[in-house]
């Protein structure tokens, strides 16, 4: 796994909408194979601001498509994010950033003989992945056919409104576009308000079969995703065929909590990383494993820090950890004894991760 952060120069800036840039990267051609890409994976961007510490770790997922041979990701503007503040209103062509290889499972292999149906929900910058994959699809899979639902506050806050226009202007029998606007009357109710289950279960009725559906992806809040999924879950629809990124994890969860016992405070963690083994000492009910072997020095891979991208995934080798909370392992990968660093905490008095499984 490549962990190492790249110079990149920026070629272009587009406003997409009043809070919300898009980004292209200049990928020299020696780094072209560091940095290919899969549908729907994102870039992690690190930068230093004065008066923070520790440098700034932000993700974007790609808007681009493999198949266009441009690096692009699109940063909508957040109340106090330093990171996208900075690159809405300061960022300039020619700069440089330092960036992390493309990363990320929101996807699913696609295969020119693929006659499939694909159902995606997005909320405001959820559409960022989807748009990706929607792409990718559209350019290999000529006999598959996509519904999109996307719900936004307005049409003027519709990102990459007109692209996904022409995409459907050259695919229309393909591609199905939904809007759902929250602060703008539409002529069909369907399509007023946010996208929840009661919305989902409309849609199932009307557009699509979920008995015919091969695959659903859904990028958005917290709350919008796991609701959904819930809903479709309960529809009968196979929890292997639905897709999460989730934007922000809103829902904050207590760390895991244990008793300690007199002389037994402390947990000795093992860990091995680029071939080189280290042990240091871990107070428990304090960091997870990440944030301590970081504060220890170690240049571990993250991301998000939220238990959603699994940059920080890792192998537990022995020993015993709690996860406070998993979006992105499956559950095969936990039966296989993976765990997210960012998210564990250990409960025994040794723990062995290996990062290079």
Request: proline letters at 4%.
């Amino acid at each position: 796994m490549i962990h190492d952060l790249y110079e990149l120069q920026v070629k272009a800036i587009t406003r997409e909408t009043d809070d919300c840039v898009s980004v292209t990267l200049d990928v020299p051609q020696e780094l072209k194979e560091v940095f290919k890409y899969q549908q729907g994976q994102y870039l992690t961007f690190e930068k230093k601001f004065d008066g923070n510490a520790e440098p700034i770790r932000r993700s974007y997922s790609l808007c681009s498509a493999p198949n266009e041979n441009i690096w692009k990701v699109a940063v909508k503007e957040v109340h106090n994010g330093v990171f996208s503040n900075y690159v809405n209103k300061e960022l300039k062509v020619g700069d440089k950033l330092m960036v992390l290889p493309p990363d990320g499972r929101f996807l699913t292999k696609l295969d020119s003989t693929h006659k499939k149906q694909y159902v995606f929900f997005a909320a405001g910058s959820g559409i960022t992945p989807v748009i990706s994959i929607l792409k990718e699809i559209l350019a290999v899979e000529k006999q598959s056919d996509i519904l999109l639902f996307y719900g936004s506050q307005k049409t003027d806050q519709i990102i990459f409104l007109e692209e996904l226009m022409a995409l459907k202007n050259l695919h229309p029998a393909q591609l199905s576009l939904h809007f759902l606007l929250t602060r703008e009357e539409m002529e069909e109710p369907m399509f007023n308000g946010r996208i929840t289950k009661y919305k989902l279960l409309s849609f199932a009725r009307y557009l699509f079969n979920v008995d015919e559906v091969d695959e659903y992806f859904m990028c958005g809040p917290e709350t919008m995703l796991l609701e959904l999924r819930s809903a479709l879950i309960e529809l009968g629809v196979d929890a292997k065929k639905i897709h999460l990124e989730l934007f922000g994890v809103q829902i904050q969860k207590p760390k895991p909590q244990i008793e300690l016992k007199a002389g037994h405070e402390i947990c000795k963690v093992k860990m091995t990383l680029d071939g080189r083994t280290f042990e240091y000492p871990l107070h428990f009910n304090t960091d997870s494993i990440l944030d301590s072997a970081l504060k220890q020095g170690a240049h571990l891979p993250f991301a998000c820090k939220g238990g959603v991208c699994c940059t920080c995934k890792t192998k537990l080798i022995s020993g015993q950890v709690q996860m406070a909370v998993n979006y992105g392992l499956e559950p095969e990968e936990i039966k296989n004894g993976y765990i997210l660093s960012c998210q564990s905490f250990p409960t025994s008095e040794q723990v062995e991760v290996n990062f290079d499984v």
